[in-house]
DNA sequence: GACGTCTCTGTTAACGCTAACAAGAACTGG
DNA sequence: CCAGTTCTTGTTAGCGTTAACAGAGACGTC
């Protein structure tokens, strides 16, 4: 098997030209007659020729291809980032090689990397929304274009991030709104800078409005801590609204209420984070806060091909500000 | 920037040998003197060389690579599949390279095959659960190895699939067995081979009991549309169970029953597929069918590599039977 | 001790492409 | 019509690796 395909030798025989002609149309060079350039696409076509990337790569000492870190891709969050990242990349004519890791610490990601260097990928981007990955990030090679998504906003790297803050104090702004004396809090793992962030901005919007913020209720992103947390606070009748740090956690805490016959938003008011596609669908229907995952994608691809072209590095920074999304979980508090 | 890295003629120097034992050493080649392999290892060590993957993959006509043309990855079941996948790949030591397309049409299909060829990858494996895939793949270059993930059971072509009609069944035999007379079906769009997959298992199902399959309830997947569905099995009082294509699908149904005051499972029963990672929180707890997305990751990469280091193709196949999950979701009906 | 057989290592030649230079053709201006 | 310029093409030399062959010792056998 393995019959390999004709090489620019082989175009530049059909055409009559040099290889090196053959090149110079495949990269769009400016130098080549408009009839030669005809002959030699003619050729390419004929014979199926496809460029060989490895060799490209070699002789350039770059490759087409994006090498993305990434943990958890199941996750929706990861999942919807690694999507639009893809897509993005492949209209700018790059693939994207995937190292997922199963923990984000200093030792996989190094590995992670050190595998999409061997491959010298043309940059790379790393999903790291957790502490310890930034210890390994400042200690990789400085010569390699890289964005971070999600990372530490207090290390000097390029960085691409939702404005979690921003985010969170408008969902607890929302429910302040509506009338609720305060907010309660399920949040995500304390080393995920997602969750810091989230609670932050929790955090900020009741201290603006005068209010002590009550005690956090701790999950790990998943429905079932979600439950556990909801079980609690149904039975705590003073707790009017809660806001949770992602939809899942939302979904276990809608459970846990409904199970408590305290009824949403009746009773209590629930508002979530990430607006996953279904959360329309809950009962009650979640409002949510949106990230949007497209513009993370195009503003971090943009710095890295940034980086690439022009070689600057630099600590750039940009935020992109999620959206509220306003749907039946909120109401006035009963009085 | 771009300081290009030590290359192998480097090491070889540091360690007094020649560029040819050090690839010796690093492909594990058996005639090495003990000695001379650790004066190797330890010039790797020492200036940090990184094999370079483009100059392997020219000289060898293959790249440690995977790639992956799959639709859709933020849908549950393709996330899923392709974290999986690229998990196993990277234990054998295979990076994965995503190419995800909009529409598995003809077009981008080969498109994607397309750019995974120029870079030389090891082997290709297409997430094609849809109809118009079919076509492209049979037109692709033969020398390539190929699996196929959900694709289409008649074509000759390595597959490997969840074996959906089996888990349809069991579904719907489920509900018969609580004592229901009949089951409906909200399935997904029919040019999905799992759709299609799912609907036949569901009507074998029924047509084993002796029972008239009723009028099947087209989706598309998505909550939403379970939930238009949802809105009419909610309003035919003779409906006692449901079984939905896919969770999300079982969401909305849920959703809509609800608001028509209909309970689950005490007046309606549910079953769904997937077990997404919350079904056990929606309301009531889902009864769902959970494919194993690790066992076709491992099998299909199994029979990719198969293909890679032996050079057969053949028309393999492999099927992966999923397991019913009983949760809250599913009772006798009321009399 | 001569000869074949291992074991280990080095030398040379690709792989398919781009970069750098070279050189011929065509055009300009005086 | 000739020197200077521009356009177009070809030639050559790598990029970093593996494959194929060759050669030098060490070892055993008769």
Same sequence: chains 1, 2.
Avoid: K
Avoid at 192 to 203: H, L, T
Avoid at 221 to 242: F, H, K, N
Wanted: aromatic share 4%; glycine share 8%; net charge negative.
């Amino acid at each position: 098997m393995a019959v390999h395909g004709p090489a620019m030798t082989d175009v530049a025989r059909l055409a009559g030209v040099s290889h090196q002609t053959v090149s110079r149309v495949l990269n769009g060079h400016p130098n080549v007659r408009e009839q030669t350039r005809l002959r030699v696409r003619a050729a390419i076509a004929e014979l199926g020729y496809r460029p060989n990337g490895a060799a490209r790569a070699l002789v350039t000492g770059r490759s087409q291809v994006i090498g993305v870190v990434a943990q958890n891709t199941t996750l929706y969050g990861p999942a919807a980032m690694l999507a639009a990242l893809e897509q993005t990349a492949a209209e700018e004519g790059f693939a994207v090689s995937v190292g997922s890791v199963r923990n984000l610490d200093h030792r996989s990601i190094s590995a992670a990397v050190e595998r999409h260097l061997s491959h010298r990928v043309a940059g790379i981007v790393v999903i790291a929304p957790v502490e310890s990955a930034g210890e390994a990030l400042e200690r990789l090679p400085q010569d390699v274009p890289l964005v971070t998504v999600d990372g530490d906003p207090s290390r000097p790297v390029p960085l691409v991030t939702v404005d979690q803050v921003a985010g969170a104090r408008a969902a607890t702004q929302h429910l302040l709104d509506a009338g609720h004396r305060t907010v309660w809090h399920v949040s995500g793992p304390f080393d995920w800078f997602d969750s810091v962030g989230r609670i932050d901005g929790w955090r900020e919007a009741l201290l603006a409005a005068g209010v002590d913020p009550p005690p956090l209720m701790p999950g790990d992103w998943s429905a079932a801590s979600g439950y556990q947390c909801g079980q609690m606070l149904a039975r705590m009748p003073e707790v009017t609204a809660v806001f949770t740090a992602n939809d899942h956690l939302a979904l276990g805490v809608l459970r846990a209420l409904h199970e408590f016959g305290r009824r949403v938003p009746h009773d209590i008011s629930v508002v979530g984070f990430d607006d996953v596609p279904e959360a329309a669908y809950f009962i009650p229907p979640l409002t949510t806060v949106r990230p949007d995952f497209d513009a993370v994608a195009r503003a971090s691809l943009q710095m890295l091909l940034t980086q690439i072209e022009s070689g600057i590095g630099g600590a750039l920074r940009q935020t992109i500000a999620p959206a509220l999304v306003a749907r039946g979980s909120v109401a006035p508090p009963q009085r």
